[in-house]
């Protein structure tokens, strides 16, 4: 946080944020962005090889800026690797410090000092079955408007504007401080990672105002606010029609014979499916929670995706989840920007379960029941009840509410004081040119 600047009601924060665009490359340009892509690959795959062998021999590895000087030394000695000069030596550098971070989060992992899965040690990356990425940290990066620069790539067009960026970096209140290009389903995207100056109220437009979210599967979300007027983001067209697409295309792959050329572009298929979806989702997401955390002092939601909320199929499961979570980073970092709180309520907090009229709980509550009947004579819908719930649990106080790694800040008078979860978000998770923050430490991991 800097100091406050401009008027006493505003203060000057400065949050990383990412900024991804989809390219469209020339033929030419296309060549060289696989080269460095397989120039990262390489790069990984030779220090990964150097540390196997000294971590067998003396139970440690090489650092990042030593297989950084190994590399130096060895490229120029060794004929065989005389084509690295036709990339940018900032790709080689980049993965080897991405290879220092995957080996330092591995030893953590094995201490128990890292949350998540149990990561293994680092594997070699091979050609079509690992992600094409690189990354520049120095050199001439930017963009116009309708195109971005990259060191060695030059001039490269965009699918879409760039202009937010180009402006901001033109009034000097942001500044690109690395470039992540990688391929999803056969498209190359530049991730940019921007400090980013905003000016963040000290007080919310609407103090005191509330709302509680349900996030949904069949609607993107459904809310109750504080006057009890029901909100309801139903996800744009464009989103329905590719779930349906990709639905159809996922009973079609499973069908293609194993090991065949029919399987193989049915999951390239697929897989550019799935891209479309998630980037229409992540636009809409976007557009649903600016407007939430612009209209709304407290956001309350789930924390985790409730166990049986979405239908047990795996593909449908794995695209709300990721809707979850992403919605709750935008809320996290978008309620902050506005002056105002996301509150997430404990993961066990029967939101579903519960009726919000009299507070009784139900045992069970079938999927297939889309409406909550209650004996005390309340009949809603069943995402109107649980977003009125995560609303009542706002007003009750804080008890149940987590926000595990908030800061704290007064909240309206007579509430109890509510935490705020800071935002954070990944660059993958947003397909689409919009701004969103991002965890300094999740930037340098997320090229693997
Ligand atoms: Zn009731």
Redesign the pocket.
Same mark, same amino acid.
């Given at each position: 946080m800097s100091s406050a600047s401009g008027s006493a009601r505003r203060s000057g924060a400065t949050v990383i944020q990412a900024y991804r665009f989809a390219l469209d490359p020339a033929p030419a340009q296309e060549r060289m962005l696989r080269s460095h892509a397989g120039a990262a690959r390489f790069a990984w795959n030779w220090g990964l090889a150097r540390c196997q062998q000294r971590y067998q021999a003396e139970g440690r590895w090489y650092s990042g800026s030593e297989l950084h000087k190994l590399w130096n030394a060895g490229k120029k000695a060794d004929p065989a690797l005389a084509w690295w000069a036709g990339n940018s030596k900032c790709v080689y550098q980049e993965a080897f410090r991405d290879l220092d971070r995957a080996l330092r989060d591995f030893i953590a992992s094995k201490k128990g000092q890292r949350k998540g899965k149990r990561l293994g040690f680092p594997r070699f990356k091979k050609r079509g079955r690992c992600r094409d990425s690189f990354r520049f940290s120095t050199g001439a990066i930017g963009c116009t408007g309708t195109t971005v620069t990259l060191p060695r790539l030059g001039v490269i067009r965009t699918h879409e504007s760039t202009r937010k960026l180009a402006r901001r970096l033109g009034a000097g209140t942001a500044r690109i401080l690395s470039a992540t290009v990688s391929r999803t389903a056969g498209r190359w995207f530049v991730s940019f990672t921007v400090e980013v100056e905003r000016a963040i109220p000290e007080r919310h437009a609407r103090p005191g105002s509330a709302i509680g979210v349900d996030l949904g599967v069949r609607t993107l979300l459904t809310g109750v606010d504080d006057q009890g007027t029901v909100v309801t983001v139903a996800g744009p067209k464009a989103l329905r029609s590719s779930l349906r697409r990709l639905r159809r295309a996922s009973r079609a792959h499973s069908r293609k014979a194993a090991g065949s050329a029919n399987r193989r572009k049915s999951a390239a298929r697929l897989a550019r499916i799935h891209a479309r979806v998630a980037t229409v989702r992540a636009d809409a997401l976007h557009k649903a929670t600016s407007s939430l955390a612009a209209r709304y002092e407290n956001v309350v939601a789930e924390d985790l995706n409730v166990a049986g909320m979405t239908r047990n199929r795996r593909l449908a499961r794995a695209i709300a989840d990721q809707g979850f979570g992403m919605a709750r980073r935008m809320l996290g970092y978008k309620t902050s920007w506005n002056g105002g709180y996301l509150l997430l309520a404990g993961r066990w907090y029967p939101s579903s379960k519960m !009726?919000? +009229? !009299? +507070?009784?709980v139900k045992a069970k509550l079938p999927l297939s029941e889309r409406t909550c009947r209650?004996? !005390? +004579?309340?009949v809603t819908g069943r995402d109107v009840n649980a977003a009125a719930n995560l609303l009542n649990l706002a007003a009750s106080g804080a008890e149940s509410l987590n926000a595990r790694g908030g800061t704290v800040r007064p909240g309206p008078a007579g509430r109890v004081p509510v935490k705020q979860e800071p935002g954070a978000a990944h660059a993958d998770q947003t397909g689409t040119a919009s701004e969103q923050p991002l965890a300094a430490e999740q930037e340098l991991t997320h090229a693997h």
């Open positions: !009726c919000s +009229g !009299c +507070g009784a209650c004996d !005390c +004579g309340l």
